[in-house]
């Protein structure tokens, strides 16, 4: 089945620390993304990229850095620049093309800083 | 910049009918999508409006007016499940159309 697979689902950072959050599909969508989830509020984009070998901050992107070597895979790493991590994280893709493209949206990480 | 506001929390029950309103302003409008989301999970896709009007699937019922940057979700014949947060989110042509999503309704549905 097609979808898309973050991992872990769950993951404890020290402070200090950088973390990375895995992101993989296999829709074979030419965009990805990653949004910031925090308690009780909407959906925060940090990173986007549409095509491989390219991307562009979104509207939180301080303190986290991603790549797109290949087309399935979109990690995101949560440097140590990131002061307040604790988050729910979400990665998500789309075709990229007109019309109704909605975003599929993988499972989430949900990163806690001990 | 780029403005999507929706009410924070709604309760309704269990039968009733229920809407939520989501109001934008934006620059590039390229559509509007609806999505659920149940606590810890991610969110799914409910609806998709692009032009003006209706559109109905199901229980679920979305409108547009972009002239007036306004759009609503309607929930018919509430279930317990329907209980979760409800994602109001714009897709923008001249920001390699990426979704910018409003704060999400929390919906309560009491017996």
């Known amino acids: 089945d097609g979808g898309i697979t973050q991992s872990p689902k769950y993951l404890f950072r020290k402070e200090g620390q950088n973390v990375t959050l895995s992101c993989e599909q296999n829709?074979?969508?030419?965009?990805m993304y990653w949004y910031r989830q925090d308690p009780g509020q909407g959906l925060r984009l940090i990173y986007y990229s549409q095509i491989v070998n390219d991307f562009q901050k979104g509207d939180i992107a301080e303190g986290y850095s991603v790549s797109r070597e290949k087309k399935e895979s979109f990690p995101l790493t949560v440097t140590s620049a990131q002061k307040n991590p604790t988050a729910f994280y979400l990665c998500?893709?789309?075709?990229?093309?007109?019309?109704?493209?909605?975003?599929?949206f993988g499972q989430g990480t949900r990163l806690t800083v001990v | 910049g780029q403005n999507i506001d929706q009410p924070t929390e709604m309760t309704a029950t269990e039968g009733a009918i229920v809407q939520i309103n989501c109001t934008y302003q934006?620059?590039?409008?390229?559509?509007l999508f609806w999505y659920q989301q149940h606590a810890g999970e991610a969110p799914t896709f409910l609806s998709y409006?692009?032009?003006?009007g209706l559109e109905e699937k199901g229980r679920f019922s979305s409108f547009l007016s972009r002239s007036k940057g306004y759009s609503y979700l309607l929930l018919k014949e509430l279930q317990m499940k329907d209980s979760a947060s409800y994602l109001c989110?714009?897709?923008?042509?001249?920001?390699?159309?990426?979704?910018?999503f409003g704060g999400g309704t929390r919906l309560m549905v009491k017996p």
């Open positions: 989110a714009v897709r923008r042509n001249n920001a390699g159309n990426m979704l910018t």
């Open positions: 998500a893709s789309t075709k990229g093309t007109p019309g109704r493209t909605e975003a599929f």
């Open positions: 934006t620059s590039g409008f390229n559509g």
């Open positions: 409006n692009v032009l003006d």
């Open positions: 829709l074979n969508h030419d965009a």
